[in-house]
């Protein structure tokens, strides 16, 4: 069963930082592209962050660039997320994702496996 698991959200002051993981099992993931995506309370879901299988190019939200970093282990089948210089507005549950047949994406409807989230909240 394929299966992403993330971790390591929590409640971190403004400036703070704090890093994701997200877990694959089931299969290797080192042929897709993974990405994360957040969700606030009363939004849709948002792009964050896209790291593609081949040559592990990245590319972010504007919101989040130059504050967030996203890179992958192929060999652990994980992806992470950095998130430095954190702002309340970036509190949202953030999910971890998998392309399986799109490539350089950051529309939502790319992502097609998808994990459970992980809550990030970011106090003032």
């Known amino acids: 069963q394929v299966q992403l698991v993330e971790s390591g959200g929590g409640l971190v002051q403004a400036g703070g930082s704090l890093r994701l993981s997200c877990a694959a099992s089931?299969?290797?993931?080192?042929?897709?592209?993974m990405g994360w995506f957040r969700q606030a309370p009363g939004k849709e879901r948002e792009f964050v962050a896209v790291i593609r299988w081949v040559g592990s190019s990245t590319y972010y939200a504007h919101s989040v660039k130059g504050r967030f970093t996203i890179s992958r282990d192929n060999a652990k089948n994980t992806v992470s997320l950095q998130m430095n210089s954190l702002k309340p507005e970036d509190t949202a549950v953030y999910y971890c994702?998998?392309?399986?047949?799109?490539?350089?994406?950051?529309?939502?409807?790319?992502?097609?496996?998808w994990g459970q989230g992980t809550q990030v909240t970011v106090s003032s």
């Open positions: 994702a998998v392309s399986q047949y799109i490539s350089g994406s950051a529309n939502i409807r790319d992502y097609d496996i």
């Open positions: 089931g299969r290797s993931f080192s042929k897709n592209d």
